[in-house]
């Protein structure tokens, strides 16, 4: 069973900054992809950003320039650094991950439960 648990949630002021961090565990050879999504109240869930193997990153044009995903393979953790938070950035930020799970399986999908995130004064 592979997990992803998120932390790093909350409520910040416009201009603010926080971090969300998501650890996968469980059963994982590799972990291909880590990102992020985020999902608004009566809004589709969006992808905000994501991280490949390799460090290439993607980033949804409303974050550039004030977000930033990093991973730690090793750990098979990632983070994402949220800077000049604005209120349209709240949502419930959901990690994701793509993942082989033995060497024999196929690449597949997991989510965490999400986190809120609010940005309000």
């Known amino acids: 069973q592979v997990q992803l648990v998120e932390s790093g949630g909350g409520l910040v002021q416009p201009g603010g900054s926080l971090r969300l961090s998501c650890a996968a565990s469980?059963?994982?050879?590799?972990?291909?992809?880590m990102g992020w999504h985020r999902q608004a109240p009566g809004e589709q869930r969006e992808l905000v950003a994501t991280?490949?193997?390799?460090?290439?990153?993607n980033y949804v044009d409303s974050v550039k320039g004030r977000f930033t995903i990093s991973r730690d393979s090793a750990k098979n953790t990632v983070s994402l650094q949220m800077n000049s938070l604005k209120p349209e950035d709240t949502a419930v930020y959901y990690c994701?991950?793509?993942?082989?799970?033995?060497?024999?399986?196929?690449?597949?999908?997991?989510w965490g439960r999400g986190t809120q995130v609010t940005v309000s004064s």
């Open positions: 469980g059963s994982i050879f590799s972990i291909n992809v």
């Open positions: 991280i490949t193997i390799n460090g290439a990153t």
């Open positions: 994701y991950a793509l993942i082989q799970r033995t060497w024999q399986t196929y690449l597949e999908d997991y």
